[in-house]
């Protein structure tokens, strides 16, 4: 074999073996980028727990969902609280503070009054993952101050703004005794007033043991809640908050729950 034909096949094969060995480090590099924090499922959270469920709804045998609400309290948010009394539901209300908690505490309180669950979503909706730690945890515990201050009760959920967190966040929130909520379900109604789109994408992606993610200031949104309700109990959907859905398991601090 010629001297130059061998050169460049020895330099193909140690290319190629640099590539293969490279694979695993880059593998692992991904996993510890995208699972640098605890998570489970709803389904997997009540597998592991044992013990009765409180009230009349067990998701262990019922098909269960969550209907939860991200960025309130708006204007909007009272004629959806009117809809959800008429049809004798409860949502978890993951509340933001700068502009809605400060702005309107009163609905808030009707909020917490009617039995809702509530939520903290931070104060300014920022992404906590860009915070160094001390303005992270300022970014919830002045929430959850204020949360606690109007209605009495701390929360024990979060969510974390585009659901971005991370590691730090996870410690952040274990500290505060907060779980973190994502969601399987989104309309994406930040985009559009189209509430019949709104709904079709609810449906569209709604399973058991899913989380819907809904925000109730878009102008859209509150319409289409009804219609929403409407299919997912025909189609056999018992709607829960988020603490329905994990129980009997109890939601852990820190924790992620992802459907």
């Not at 460049?8 to 699972?35: G, K, Y």
């Not at 515990?141 to 606690?148: F, L, N």
Request: include cysteine; charged fraction near 25%; hydrophobic fraction near 40%.
């Amino acid at each position: 074999m010629p001297l130059i034909t061998r050169a460049r096949r020895s330099r193909l094969l140690i290319a190629v073996a640099t590539a293969v060995a490279a694979v695993p480090a880059v593998a692992l590099t991904m996993a510890l980028t995208v699972t640098t924090y605890e998570h489970t499922s709803p389904r997997a959270a009540r597998a592991k727990a044992s013990g009765s469920v409180a009230g009349n709804v067990d998701c262990r045998k019922a098909k269960c969902v969550a209907l939860s609400f991200d960025g309130g309290p708006s204007p909007t948010t009272p004629r959806l609280l009117d809809i959800l009394e008429r049809a004798g539901l409860h949502a978890t209300f993951f509340v933001q503070g700068e502009g809605h908690i400060a702005k309107y505490p009163g609905i808030l309180r009707r909020v917490s009054d009617e039995g809702h669950e509530i939520g903290n979503h931070t104060w300014n909706h920022s992404r906590l993952t860009d915070l160094d730690e001390d303005n992270a945890r300022r970014e919830l515990t002045r929430t959850q101050d204020a949360i606690e201050r109007i209605t009495g009760t701390g929360p024990v959920l979060m969510r974390p703004p585009e659901g971005r967190t991370n590691r730090e966040v996870a410690k952040i929130c274990r500290d505060l005794g907060l779980a973190q909520v994502l969601w399987s379900v989104t309309a994406k109604d930040y985009e559009t007033t189209d509430s019949a789109l709104i709904t079709k994408r609810v449906l569209d992606r709604t399973h058991r043991d899913g989380i819907i993610l809904l925000h109730d200031l878009h102008a859209g949104t509150v319409p289409a809640v009804p219609g929403i309700i409407k299919a997912l109990e025909q189609r056999g959907y018992t709607i829960v908050t988020v603490s329905q859905l994990l129980a009997p398991a109890k939601p852990r601090p820190g924790m992620v729950y992802r459907p």
